[in-house]
């Protein structure tokens, strides 16, 4: 039952994440998670803290872990972007469609995979989504 309840909290930690209008800073969340830690272990090898408590407090941890966890990975997944300054400007690059490409009514669309960089100094993602638009006719 109690590992039932820190599966629980660790994805209410999660959701509490998934709530925040801006993601936290990586020293908030580093600081956040140092606090968990030390709670946890004051709780672990504090034999006065039993029942309730310590279940209340692992619970407390539990939550902590699933909100940093979580925060932690958005900031690594989002890393990889384009930087503002390369927007609207023409990079070169060399790479292969990683996928079937999927067609709809306004294009195609592909997941593209970058080998190399040609542009120097360019920054680019090394997952790129491509759309390749249809041109619309005008009628005659």
Not at 78 to 100: F, K, M, T
Request: charged share 15%; with cysteine; net charge positive.
């Amino acid at each position: 039952m109690c590992v039932r309840l820190n599966i629980l909290a660790f994805a209410l930690g999660v959701g509490w994440l998934q709530h925040q209008a801006v993601l936290p800073e990586l020293a908030w969340i580093w600081l956040l998670l140092s606090i968990a830690v030390a709670i946890g272990l004051v709780g672990f090898f504090r034999t006065a803290v039993h029942g309730v408590k310590s279940r209340v407090l692992l619970g407390f941890v539990f939550l902590v872990f699933g909100f940093c966890w979580a925060a932690i990975l958005a900031h690594w997944r989002l890393s990889d972007s384009l930087p503002s300054i390369w927007e609207r400007r023409d990079i070169q690059i060399v790479g292969v469609i990683a996928n079937v490409p999927q067609e709809n009514d306004r294009g195609v669309r592909f997941q593209f995979d970058v080998e190399h960089i040609k542009t120097e100094d360019a920054i680019v993602p090394k997952h790129i989504a491509l759309t390749w638009y249809k041109v619309r006719q005008t009628g005659n």
